[in-house]
């Protein structure tokens, strides 16, 4: 059920939309005579896109994630076509849990703005955040992350996040250098940010840490004091400094990149070596990763599609801090140092 | 003289339990009573949800053993046939089944013949090859109680309870039928099995409410301020059924309320509810802690029963046009059995935090809903300053009830007085609510699931503990003695009612009602 184009797109004005809107989803109960509709809400999900992007699959995997994060979903979009400079559109999107009778339902609000509006969208969000929730800003702007940014785009995006409680963006295909450093800048400004960079390599870090649950003595991973981590792009990409921070945090490991020909893009292959035993883990097809080690370990492990549904599905479940990711990304960043 | 100094294993440095998925190791489950009601309504299902989920090992096998002959086969299409049948809120999916099915096995035997611990064993040492299951154990006793002793004896005599991996085992309750027997059978287990290698399912704890409720109040700094004698008034845990005793007449004849819920499930939640915060959210810490609580209950003399306790046993009755029986007239029920069907008791635990409070219990069939919670009455304020300005023109006494809803719509609601809108200072209760299906999208995970991990994971947290169950038996104990020994006029309460007469007087001496649930 989605509304007409609000305009113009002032928080009240939406927020009066919103109040009719769950009116009428309550007109089906009075029908009905028994309560057919939950409004849920556990977070303000910001979504950020860009001309590019035009908000569509951004809304679309917001629509997935309300099962498991029931929020006040608002997708901001920047379009030539929104003929009134800022407008919003709102609709709610319900659900009915397996064997019940019952919708659950959430809100979402559209906002679409003319590029030379954006730098004036951070006002009307501050209105829009469901009270006392945190925000979480899901950063898909292209000025998050472009040195070539304009000082509109950078001015408009710096609004939405000085709302945010958890920033989450993607630095898939960036350099790396650029990435971790601008992260670093955030990272030192006290915001909690995440990346879908780092969310893409739990399938690579559940196995890897598996073998080291119920180690001998002798296989311990405090043994292991070299890593080598391989990749198939021109420059190694930001996962795989995460992966070499990841694994030499604990200990101090001495970790080697080396570039290879194989599956990617990206992290193609980890080695770790200890005196007694090598074990690696290769990427041997795009949805398979394999073991093997000196001591006759072998597995084939497979790799469930990262669609963003699944990274973002996850990353919301993590809305503190992430001890894991932050003594990575410090490592990571001594490494890309060359500590 | 030293002593050799064993270094402490390495904690796994690159563990993320924020993201990672509960790693289950590969093991077998060994079913004893496979063909029973609680291996196709419970365990069969959690089993293959967990499965579903990826949550347990793929090196995992199931082995179910039952008197009934079957081939692996047989036992499949009739396993199927349950799992699809009582899947809680998901689909059954036909291919995860296949695959699901190849780690299914069937070995058929009579609990009392060794001949069968031998072909159990046989097939052990199979799938352990073919599972590659690490040599990992977990044998579940889902037969009649009263073969625990024998079965655990068998298995330590076949060498069941050793192999190259860890042997566990679970016990279904009721864990004896009274104090004494109790004992004896923790003595038993304890001959074959270390302490730390039973684990006493109480379905109840592994409930994600019951599991809430420490969650609730440890997790947050706003209640556990309130959380005491000098807050709260007292707490009431109603667990009612709407339903009677569904063939399982004979069953409960011997069993009554008191046994079936209050020894074990609702007592377990009382200690849930106000046991002290342990320094460690561990097994250990958190048990110990619950065990405390128990303990620490007021034992009641003979004589002080009939003030502190009500039985009740439901009559014929007729609801929504349709003929109840009454608890006799069930089929293989005596015809003049003092079996009680409905049981309150009022327990006080005497510590600092609960001195004098009253914890009322009450449990029952044939009730007018199925709904179990836990109240908790906070005290009035201190001035009742709106007392002749409500609605009614009564003071509502003491307006403020936190309760946690156990089942069926699990949440939690907080009532408090508002005032009504419109001129004059009119006050009304509302109701300020949690719910858990909306606030969290995702399928809680049944009680089985979450403690079938648990004891494959080696987390006993969830549950009972050999004091536990002592201590649970003592505080029930002088009630059945006097029970046992007493005449009573049964039936005393009209089935789809709340119980009988006798409760409400039990709370009224005490200046209390039982809340409508």
Known sequence: MSSAVIFPAQPEQILKGLGKLWTSLGQEEKHQGRPTVLRACAMTLIAATDEEDSGFSASQTISELMREHPSRGIVLAVSQQAERGVEARILAQCWKPFGKAQQICCEQIEITSRPENWPNIGPILIGLTAADLPVVLWCRHKAALSPSATADQKAGLLAVMNLATKIIIDTKGEDATQAIELLAKWRAERRLVADLEWTRLTRWRQPIAQIFDNPSTDSSFSKFGSIEVSYTDEKPCPSVFYIAGWLSAPYGAKVAFKKVEGYGPGLHGITLRSPSETIEFERTSCDCMSLRSTKGRERKYNFNDSTLYTLMNEELSVLGPDPAFNAAFARAEELLDGR | ?517
């Open chain 2, 1 to 517: 003289m030293s002593a050799a100094v064993q270094p402490l294993p390495e904690i796994n440095p690159l563990q993320d339990y924020l993201r990672f998925d509960r790693h289950v190791p590969p093991c077998a489950v060994v079913i004893f009573g496979a063909s029973g009601d609680l291996s196709k309504r419970k365990l069969l299902p959690s089993l293959y949800r967990l499965f579903y989920e990826r949550r347990i090992s793929p090196n995992f096998a199931v082995v179910g053993s039952s008197r009934t002959p079957m081939s692996d086969e047989q036992f499949r299409e009739k396993m199927k046939e349950s799992v699809a049948k009582f899947l809680e809120d998901a689909p059954f999916d036909e291919d995860v089944w296949r695959s699901f099915a190849q780690s299914l096995y069937y070995v058929a035997g009579d609990l009392n013949n060794p001949a069968s611990y031998d072909d159990i064993h046989q097939k052990l040492e199979e799938i352990e090859k073919t599972h590659e299951t690490a040599g990992n154990v977990l044998f579940y006793l889902s037969t009649q109680p009263s073969h625990y002793a024998e079965a655990i004896q068998e298995l330590g005599e076949h060498d069941l309870t050793h192999g190259n991996g860890w042997r566990r085992v679970i016990i279904e309750k009721p864990f004896g039928h009274d104090l004494a027997s109790a004992r004896k059978l923790n003595e038993e287990i304890h001959k074959v099995f270390d302490e730390s290698e039973i684990y006493r399912i109480d379905h109840y704890l592994g409930k994600e409410t019951v599991q809430n409720i420490l969650a609730f109040r440890f997790g947050n700094g706003i209640f556990e301020p309130l959380w005491n004698r000098r807050y709260i008034d007292h707490v009431q845990i109603t667990a009612a059924e709407s339903i009677g005793v569904e063939g399982r007449g004979g069953y409960y004849q011997e069993a009554g309320a008191l046994r079936d819920m209050i020894q074990n499930h609702l007592s377990q939640v009382m200690a849930t509810v106000a046991m002290e915060p342990p320094t460690v959210f561990d097994a250990a810490n958190v048990r110990d802690e619950r065990a405390k609580l128990l303990r620490a209950v007021r034992v009641m003399k003979h004589d002080e029963v009939p003030e502190y306790a009500v039985a009740g046993q439901y009559g014929p009755a007729k609801v929504g046009g349709q003929d109840l029986l009454g608890f006799r007239q069930e089929p293989s029920v005596d015809p003049e059995a003092q079996t009680d069907t409905y049981a309150a008791v009022t327990f006080f635990i005497d510590n600092w935090r609960w001195a004098d409070i009253p914890f009322y219990i009450r449990t029952g069939k044939r009730m007018p809903k199925r709904v179990t919670d836990i109240a908790i009455q906070f005290g009035a304020p201190p001035l009742g300053l709106f007392k002749q300005e409500t609605k009614t023109g009564l003071r509502e006494a003491r307006p403020n009830v936190l309760v946690l809803r156990i089942q069926p719509e699990e949440g939690i609601s907080l009532r408090f007085l508002s005032k009504s809108p419109g001129s004059g200072m009119r006050l009304r209760p509302v109701s300020m609510d949690f719910n858990y299906g909306s606030s969290f999208g995702e399928r809680s995970p049944t009680a089985y699931e979450t403690l079938l991990m648990d004891a494959m994971a080696g987390d006993a947290t969830l549950y009972t503990r050999q004091d536990m169950v002592d201590a649970s038996w003592q505080i029930v104990q002088p009630i059945l003695d006097v029970w046992g020994s007493t005449k009573f006029d049964f039936p005393n309460y009209p089935s789809g009612t709340w119980g009988p007469k006798a409760s409400d007087e039990m709370l009224a001496r005490q200046g209390h009602v039982w809340r409508v649930p």
